[in-house]
């Protein structure tokens, strides 16, 4: 099956420029994981409660009554009274919530990673510890895109910043210690912990690539099997 999050993860480079500076992007990515959860179907207590709403996704990322930490699309049981907002092509509705049953931070490393890899680790570990720090067992997902490509271009404003090799490492001299630091530090705070490698350089024409497509693909498609079993026995 094609999967939504792998696609919507691939929009945000293929064919234009990627924008690191724009907050939503993760939220972007995110909260497509529910659509590919509810499509695979292999938990049911999840399919039904998305049909009958009583389970929405928060698109502001703040469970209702509680000053929350902004977190990429939370999901969790609706307020009471409030009616869910199903919106055109989605599946899983949005609204308000007073709980987290699962909650996902996305964090995409594109240049310079060693430079920024403590706050990324400190910031998913945070994140993580959030979610679960109001009660409940929710089920805590990180999703970290590692770039690979052999250069890169950054931008900010009008200005261009390319990767050069020496004092501006190129990704794929830095990917490999990046994702070891980031297993060693992040990921034990996390159910599941997924790491997507691919290839983009950020320069006309803007390709995009999976380091493996297969790969990449079998193992997203494994974690939403093990998410799903996790919602089964704690929800």
């Not at 792998?6 to 990515?29: E, K, P, Q, T």
Request: hydrophobic share 35%; charged share 25%; glycine share 8%.
């Amino acid at each position: 099956m094609d999967y939504q999050l792998l696609d919507a993860f691939r929009g945000l480079f293929d064919g234009h420029a990627y924008l690191h500076r724009r907050s939503n992007l993760g939220d972007h990515v995110a909260m497509h994981i529910y659509e590919d959860l509810h499509a695979l179907g292999r938990s049911p207590r999840l399919v039904h409660r998305v049909n009958t709403g009583l389970s929405v996704l928060n698109t502001k990322n703040q469970r209702h009554g509680i000053r929350a930490r902004r977190g990429d699309g939370s999901f969790g049981e609706i307020v009471p009274n409030a009616k869910p907002i199903k919106d055109e092509g989605f599946t899983v509705c949005r609204g308000p919530i007073a709980t987290i049953e699962v909650g996902i931070e996305v964090k995409i490393l594109m240049k310079a990673m060693i430079k920024q890899i403590d706050r990324v680790a400190s910031d998913l570990r945070g994140q993580a510890e959030h979610f679960r720090s109001r009660g409940g067992n929710p089920i805590c997902v990180g999703v970290v895109g590692i770039n690979k490509a052999d250069h890169c271009t950054s931008y900010e404003g009008e200005r261009a910043y390319p990767t050069d090799g020496t004092k501006n490492k190129h990704p794929a001299q830095e990917a490999a210690d990046a994702e070891a630091r980031l297993i060693q530090h992040a990921a034990p705070a996390f159910d599941e912990f997924i790491i997507l490698r691919f290839r983009a350089t950020n320069e006309p024409p803007f390709p995009f690539a999976w380091v493996n497509g297969r790969t990449t693909q079998m193992d997203y498609g494994a974690a939403l099997a093990r998410i799903s079993q996790a919602y089964e026995a704690r929800v």
